[in-house]
């Protein structure tokens, strides 16, 4: 037994050096990530549960290393974050998504809203509140048209601070959501004051849904939360039409996961609107 303790120990060892050396690698190479135009974004579409139609997308970003292929968001936005490559990363983010969706509605296509995520360096960056206008004015895009996507956590860093600047957001036409609800801790009296226009149910919540009664609980306190304080309440990960049917049943509002869709490129979002529109 002590001798396979032993080999463990080693195997981790190493498992963490490659994993440092990994960190390194990456590293170096998001540096230069946004210059060589390694980004892009992907669009996973958020649909009405009741209508089945959809009226917003998600904007996630790839990252396409020229060696490694593509590297998962999970893999490098905490890099990202660490080193303060978050800010020109996100700023490049928002620009992006924000021209997107203006050019969906330039081509006629029903308007919808664009969800864009916000990692805590970017939004304690000073200049967030200036970003996110310089986006919208860039794009032309209307703020109402924008949301943007951040975790409890994120916001009980600084709670005062943070809700003084989802205030300044909220003043300047766009929305907010609570990405991740449920895994972070905020006190529920602190959600009262957040001007927020929905939740999202975290997708560690609807995995099991369809068997887990603890989490088909949370589900439906989340859900009965969210609309006592007259928020909407969005599912993530949906997969199954089981857990689809039971999101529905207890009167959650909106969904998103492989179920409908997965992630997608631009023009995908454009044949899906189009195809809606002809129904
Ligand atoms: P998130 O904001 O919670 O996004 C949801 C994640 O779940 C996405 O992973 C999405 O592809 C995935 N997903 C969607 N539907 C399903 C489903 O039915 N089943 C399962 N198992 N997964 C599903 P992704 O794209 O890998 O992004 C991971 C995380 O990276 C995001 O989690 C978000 O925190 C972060 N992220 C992604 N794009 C950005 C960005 O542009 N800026 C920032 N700051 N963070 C980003
Ligand atoms: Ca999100
Ligand atoms: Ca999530
Ligand atoms: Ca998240």
Redesign the pocket.
């Known amino acids: 037994a002590k001798e396979m303790g032993n080999n463990n120990f080693q195997f981790y060892a190493r498992e963490m050096n490659a994993s440092v050396e990994e960190k390194l690698v990456l590293l170096e190479g998001l540096r230069g990530a946004l210059d060589e135009g390694q980004f892009h974004?992907?669009y996973?579409p958020k649909v009405d549960l009741r209508s089945g139609l959809i009226f917003g997308v998600?904007?996630?970003?790839?990252w396409e290393h020229p060696e490694h292929g593509v590297v998962?968001?999970?893999r490098f936005?905490g890099l990202?974050?660490e080193s303060g490559l978050?800010v020109a990363?996100?700023d490049w983010?928002l620009h992006t998504?924000c021209r997107q969706n203006k050019a969906w509605q330039d081509a006629g296509l029903a308007p919808i809203t664009m969800s864009?995520?916000?990692?805590p360096r970017?939004f304690e960056e000073k200049r967030l509140v200036e970003r996110v206008a310089a986006a919208l004015r860039e794009s032309a895009l209307a703020p109402g048209a924008l949301e943007l996507?951040v975790?409890e956590s994120l916001i009980m860093r600084d709670l005062a601070q943070s809700v003084g600047k989802m205030r300044e957001l909220e003043a300047m036409g766009l929305s907010l959501s609570i990405?991740?609800f449920g895994t972070g801790y905020s006190s529920l009296s602190a959600l009262k004051s957040f001007p927020i226009s929905s939740l999202?149910i975290?997708?560690s919540f609807?995995?099991e849904l369809a068997d887990n009664t603890d989490d088909q609980a949370i589900a439906m306190a989340v859900i009965s939360l969210g609309h006592k304080l007259n928020l909407r309440v969005i599912a993530?990960?949906?997969?199954t039409e089981q857990q689809c049917t039971f999101l529905r049943d207890n009167d959650c509002d909106e969904m998103?996961?492989?179920?409908f869709s997965?992630?997608v490129p631009a023009a995908q979002i454009a044949a899906l609107l189009a195809e809606q529109a002809r129904m």
């Open positions: 974004l992907l996973q998600e904007a996630l970003i790839r998962s968001p999970l936005i990202a974050e978050i990363i996100g983010v998504a864009v995520n916000v990692s970017q996507e975790t990405d991740d999202k975290d997708k609807v995995r993530e990960g949906v997969e998103q996961g492989y179920l997965r992630p």
